[in-house]
């Protein structure tokens, strides 16, 4: 058995110009489940198709031991890929993906079956991709990415489209993927999307992996408060944070607070919130370059 | 190259290309009017016999042809290109060449196919008239078929050059009227002003390859200057009926490998353009492809 199943040597990725990826080294073991996370225009989707030999670049990359451009079919019938938006053909119907996907990897009638059962989505079987619904589409996505059980699973920012419950839905899968050691490569912009639990945790930032961690030097904050009409907290806010939005949401008496600062000192900017008498609903947090 | 992984990508272009409608409405239109030039009773005016008829029915192919082609030809790549779904297509276990010729395959054969169908019909009216015989019938749906064959190879190569759909079609219809209108009235007007001798204005004409396709169904029908005209004539009188039709079945097959080998290279590993490859990576053209 291979010690990694995953191994890349990315020297340098160009793309109109611009260096979108360099000096990178990634090696991932079988059953292992990698996170990478990461501001917007990092180089997550490059280094993903970079991965899938889908990028022209100064380097190599080899899945299961197949470079993934000498030998790409040998290397993708390994994979299993879930692309940040759906890329489904729309002169399709739902049902004809599968079965063309199937032909493809050599898929049998009943596991076939069996994937349209697992994802819920016959019913949409005679459905054109443009009729669904961005959760539905990601859902067919995953459903498409699983046929025939590929030992890798990549995801490209996988909840960037999807409502709380078809999350839920996609950690579910994916904890099962992950107890049945299928390797698990991930991007994410979302630092909720911890509730995966990776094995490593990696941060990139302009083209290249900056820690082993997934901690990014800022990030943003967005909150839910009910608030107290005075803004006294603000002053106590931890050294380099800063409000970025402070307004009503529209949706009732709470408030959208947006708060950008140092991810050291991030809970204690949280405590500042809740000790100024704010009642804080729900907290997300944001990449540095998340949404306002 | 594995047949399953062509079929299915066959399979997938010809499913959409007929989904998209406007393949067969163009047809549709195209052999309508044929069903019109060849029931319009024109045959008891004077000197417009079927012969004529049937001249300006292939002149019409000659015309929408090579439109239908370009036109399928350049949605081939560039779009799913754009909207990421050719690079959804190449995660699967497939080759790029795979890819390629399947999509090549899927869309040839609708393309082909409807034209067998719509010539099928007009046969009826062919023979009913008596424009000629059965045998040079199926020899200009050959001629056809290569034609469609050629302008779809235009048409990939075109779009596998282009980094966006909406530059695909443009240099599609731009091809299109090069061959169609343009590269007729500048040989007409380099003929008027330029005085250019018969064997100039021969060579001229078979640079185009809708030309050579006229040229060539034209001299199987008649050998009549008033219609072939002065070039057409004298090729005749250096080179035989024969000698004609094998130099212009040569330049059609050297246009059709050239469009084809062009499209090839565009497509390189289906990920980008080819030409915007080496200026931004340095790599090698053998590591790209």
């Not at chain 2, 066959?10 to 998209?20: F, G, N, V, Y």
């Not at chain 2, 731009?174 to 007729?184: I, K, P, T």
């Given at each position: 058995?291979?010690?990694?199943?995953?191994?890349?040597?990315?020297?340098?990725?160009?793309?109109?110009?611009?260096?979108?990826l360099r000096d990178m080294g990634l090696q991932v073991r079988p059953g292992e489940t990698v996170v990478i996370g990461g501001p917007n225009g990092a180089?997550?989707?490059?280094?993903?198709?970079?991965?899938?030999?889908?990028?022209?670049?100064?380097?190599?990359?080899?899945?299961?031991?197949?470079?993934v451009r000498r030998a790409h079919r040998a290397a993708m019938t390994q994979v299993g890929y879930v692309p940040q938006a759906p890329a489904l053909f729309p002169e399709m119907t739902v049902g004809e993906h599968f079965r063309l996907l199937a032909a493809l990897r050599g898929v049998g009638a009943s596991a076939l079956s069996e994937a349209v059962r697992a994802f819920g989505v016959?019913?949409?079987?005679?459905?054109?991709?443009?009729?669904?619904?961005?959760?539905?589409?990601?859902?067919?996505?995953?459903?498409?990415?699983?046929?025939?059980?590929?030992?890798?699973?990549?995801?490209?920012?996988?909840?960037a489209h999807l409502d709380r419950t078809t999350r839920d839905l996609l950690w579910e899968v994916l904890r099962q993927k992950q107890a049945q050691g299928v390797t698990i490569l991930m991007t994410t912009h979302r630092l909720e999307d911890r509730v995966l639990e990776a094995d490593r945790n990696l941060w990139l930032e302009d083209g290249r992996l900056v820690s082993e961690t997934f901690e990014p030097r800022w990030v943003r904050l967005k909150a839910w408060v009910l608030r107290r009409p005075d803004e006294d907290w603000v002053r106590h806010l931890p050294p380099d944070w800063q409000v970025l939005r402070l307004a009503p949401d529209g949706l009732g008496d709470s408030t959208c607070v947006v708060?950008?600062?140092?991810?050291?000192?991030?809970?204690?900017?949280?405590?500042?919130?809740?000790a100024g008498g704010n009642v804080v609903i729900r907290i997300d947090w944001l990449s540095d370059e998340g949404e306002a | 190259?594995?047949?399953?992984?062509?079929?299915?990508?066959?399979?997938?272009?010809?499913?959409?290309?007929?989904?998209?409608?406007?393949?067969?409405?163009?047809?549709?239109?195209?052999?309508?009017?044929?069903?019109?030039?060849?029931?319009?009773?024109?045959?008891?005016?004077?000197?417009?016999?079927p012969h004529r008829v049937a001249i300006a029915y292939f002149q019409l192919l000659a015309f929408g042809l090579p439109w239908l082609g370009l036109l399928a030809g350049a949605q081939a790549i560039a779009p799913e290109r754009e909207t990421g779904r050719l690079a959804y297509l190449l995660?699967?276990?497939?080759?790029?060449?795979?890819?390629?010729?399947?999509k090549a395959l899927g869309r040839f054969g609708i393309l082909a196919g409807l034209f067998l169908v719509g010539q099928g019909i007009t046969a009826l009216a062919f023979l009913r008239h008596g424009g000629g015989s059965v045998g040079m019938y199926g020899l200009f749906t050959a001629a056809g078929l290569g034609l469609i064959f050629l302008a779809l190879g235009l048409g990939v190569a075109v779009s596998a050059w282009s980094p966006t759909q909406a530059r695909a079609t443009g240099g599609a219809?731009?091809?299109?009227?090069?061959?169609?209108?343009?590269?007729?009235l500048v040989l007409l007007t380099a003929a008027l002003f330029l005085r250019l001798s018969a064997p100039t204005l021969f060579f001229l004409t078979t640079l185009n390859p809708v030309q050579s396709f006229r040229v060539l169904a034209l001299s199987t029908l008649t050998d009549r200057l008033?219609?072939?005209?002065?070039?057409?004539?004298?090729?005749?009188?250096?080179?035989?009926?024969?000698?004609?039709?094998?130099?212009?079945?040569?330049?059609?097959?050297?246009w059709t490998g050239t469009a084809w080998a062009l499209a090839r290279v565009g497509f390189g590993f289906g990920d980008r353009p080819a030409w915007r490859l080496k200026p931004s990576t340095g790599v090698s053209e053998a590591e790209v492809t």
């Open positions: 058995m291979r010690a990694f199943i995953i191994e890349a040597e990315i020297r340098r990725v160009v793309l109109g110009g611009r260096v979108v180089g997550k989707t490059s280094l993903l198709r970079a991965i899938l030999g889908l990028l022209p670049m100064e380097g190599t990359v080899r899945i299961g031991g197949h470079d016959s019913t949409y079987l005679n459905a054109y991709p443009g009729t669904l619904s961005g959760g539905w589409l990601q859902r067919v996505s995953l459903a498409l990415a699983l046929l025939g059980d590929p030992p890798v699973l990549i995801l490209d920012e996988p909840t708060l950008r600062g140092p991810w050291a000192s991030r809970w204690q900017a949280v405590q500042t919130l809740q | 190259m594995r047949w399953t992984v062509l079929r299915w990508v066959a399979w997938k272009e010809a499913r959409q290309l007929l989904r998209q409608r406007w393949v067969p409405v163009g047809y549709a239109v195209l052999f309508g009017l044929g069903l019109l030039l060849w029931n319009a009773r024109l045959f008891p005016v004077g000197w417009f016999g995660t699967q276990p497939v080759e790029p060449s795979e890819v390629f010729w399947g219809l731009g091809l299109s009227l090069m061959f169609l209108l343009v590269s007729d008033d219609i072939l005209g002065p070039a057409v004539g004298w090729a005749l009188a250096q080179l035989g009926t024969s000698g004609l039709r094998l130099l212009l079945t040569g330049s059609l097959l050297v």
